[in-house]
């Protein structure tokens, strides 16, 4: 869903590369990962069958089968959450190669969850799925160069590294430290290089309440191109979710609350049902109006990538397909900010994408701003100004710099956070490693002075039984001893901590 509005926060205007990430078409299509948010005892795979029709007309039985490790079972609810927010990091990186870098935390941060160690854990199991699981398929892709349908079997990611991603101590290159990363793989990296992708409003994603909410927003997001109105059989759209219920009663009254979530929010004007007149029935969506928004450099494939494509959009196709991940990159945030396609893509092939990238952010700060240098002539000036590399305004670089500055400071506490955590990570597991007496013995010491001042002074007999009360109060659990470990290190960094 692509957002031409610029929003206003705190006097800046609000990052759009935040917003609109990338969602690769066939996994948009097909399902990879239950509804649910635990392991489903006894269910190995996710199955799909489904019939189309080719360019001639001719009947295609489409075959998708998602199959799960022994060890680590299907993809759940999470892991869905989780391959959108790996793909936004992707997205930012422009797809340049298989290997993403990432922390946990960012992660999170895309997610809109807290970080924790549950959380971090949780991403840890994610990753384990995500990894593992395989993905068969018959006569579900479109092979441009051969025309015709095709079989594929495939993982989704390839490995991962995944570290605990030590901050350095001060005077140590916190470059040459590991950072967590996972690799595509090599199928689902070419499919997107070849520009099976379509953008998706990961604030709107993340702002829905369920699963079902969240994979019927993907599932129809890449259906609403140059549309109004889209319309699936009911039994279809179940196994396409998937829904695991076996009667229409059932699957439509899973289905009400998302669909009331989805028209509360502005994605659907409506939803109905019409009888198919075989016995079964189809789902009407209509979209809103407002929500048709021109897309020059967007197109469907249709419903499936094997109908005939209009000339001037198969020559779109191939012309975006010549560009580079970061030509591409700067000639769609371009186009969202009003200059033709055309000359989007000569600035996009003369200029470096880093010049491109500055001059949109200087423009959508003047934007959000609403600065009279700008004019009447917006998509104009961003021309001009990448043309003739124009100098930030004193006031842009200066709230740069304060946001630069505070942008140090947050680093600086999550590097703290990371290190700190780890620190809390390492004296839990070495919990055994020492001795109750030692545990306890600054404790057991500052009790002693203060008893001393007071001026009452303890007897051997009496310290021996508070001794014995403070080892008796140690705790139990590894959540305790988190707990417990974690009042030893202050949550802000100290001052000496680079």
């Known amino acids: 869903m692509r957002r031409t509005a610029t929003s206003k926060c705190d006097g800046f205007t609000e990052n759009k590369?935040?917003?609109?990430?990338?969602?690769?078409?066939?996994?948009?299509?097909?399902?990879?990962?239950?509804?649910?948010?635990?392991?489903?005892?006894g269910q190995k795979t996710i199955e799909v069958s489904q019939q189309v029709y080719d360019k001639n007309r001719r009947v295609i039985k489409q075959e998708w089968i998602v199959t799960g490790s022994e060890k680590f079972g299907l993809p759940l609810a999470i892991d869905e959450d989780v391959y959108v927010a790996l793909m936004q990091l992707y997205k930012k990186s422009n797809f340049k190669e298989r290997r993403i870098f990432f922390s946990r935390y960012e992660i999170l941060k895309i997610m809109g969850k807290k970080p924790s160690k549950r959380e971090y854990d949780i991403i840890e199991q994610s990753l384990n799925r995500l990894v593992t699981v395989s993905v068969v398929s018959k006569n579900a892709f479109w092979d441009n160069k051969v025309k015709s349908y095709v079989g594929k079997a495939f993982h989704l990611f390839e490995s991962y590294d995944l570290y605990d991603e030590k901050p350095g101590r001060k005077g140590v290159n916190q470059q040459a430290l590991p950072l967590s990363n996972v690799v595509m793989s090599e199928f689902l990296f070419n499919s997107i290089k070849s520009g099976y992708i379509k953008n998706l409003d990961i604030r709107f994603y993340f702002s829905l309440e369920t699963p079902l909410s969240k994979r019927l927003y993907r599932y129809l997001d890449k259906k609403k191109y140059h549309k109004s109105r889209f319309e699936v059989e009911l039994l279809k759209l179940a196994s396409l979710l998937p829904i695991q219920d076996n009667y229409p009663s059932q699957i439509k009254r899973r289905l009400s609350k998302s669909h009331d979530e989805l028209i509360e929010k502005g994605f659907l004007k409506s939803v109905s049902y019409e009888d198919t007149g075989n016995g079964n029935e189809k789902v009407i969506y209509v979209f809103p109006q407002t929500s048709l928004i021109k897309e020059d450099m967007k197109f469907e494939l249709e419903e499936q990538f094997g109908f005939e494509l209009l000339a001037s959009e198969k020559e779109l196709k191939e012309d975006k397909m010549e560009l580079s991940a970061d030509e591409l990159s700067a000639l769609e945030q371009l186009v969202q900010r009003g200059i033709t396609e055309a000359t989007a893509r000569n600035l996009a092939e003369i200029y470096s994408a880093e010049q491109i990238q500055k001059q949109v952010e200087v423009f959508d700060w003047l934007i959000g701003n609403k600065s009279?240098?700008?004019?009447?002539?917006?998509?104009?000036?961003?021309?001009?100004?990448?043309?003739?590399?124009?100098?930030?305004?004193?006031?842009?670089?200066?709230?740069?710099?304060?946001?630069?500055?505070?942008?140090k400071k947050?680093?600086?506490?999550?590097?703290?956070?990371?290190?700190?955590?780890?620190?809390?990570?390492?004296?839990?597991?070495?919990?055994?490693?020492?001795?109750?007496?030692?545990?306890?013995?600054?404790?057991?010491?500052?009790?002693?002075?203060?008893?001393?001042?007071k001026g009452r002074k303890p007897t051997l007999e009496q310290i021996e039984i508070k001794k014995q009360e403070l080892i008796d109060g140690l705790p139990q659990t590894d959540e305790e001893r988190w707990e417990y470990l974690s009042q030893n290190y202050p949550e802000d960094p100290p001052e000496d901590f680079e």
């Open 17 to 41: 590369e935040d917003i609109i990430s990338k969602d690769e078409m066939n996994l948009a299509e097909f399902p990879f990962t239950l509804l649910s948010r635990r392991v489903i005892s």
């Open 410 to 453: 947050e680093d600086r506490r999550e590097r703290w956070r990371r290190y700190r955590e780890e620190l809390i990570r390492q004296n839990t597991n070495n919990w055994d490693k020492v001795s109750p007496e030692r545990r306890i013995e600054g404790r057991l010491s500052f009790w002693i002075a203060s008893e001393t001042m």
């Open 372 to 407: 009279s240098l700008v004019g009447k002539n917006p998509a104009g000036f961003l021309r001009k100004a990448i043309e003739e590399d124009y100098q930030p305004p004193k006031e842009y670089l200066e709230q740069k710099d304060k946001r630069d500055k505070e942008q």
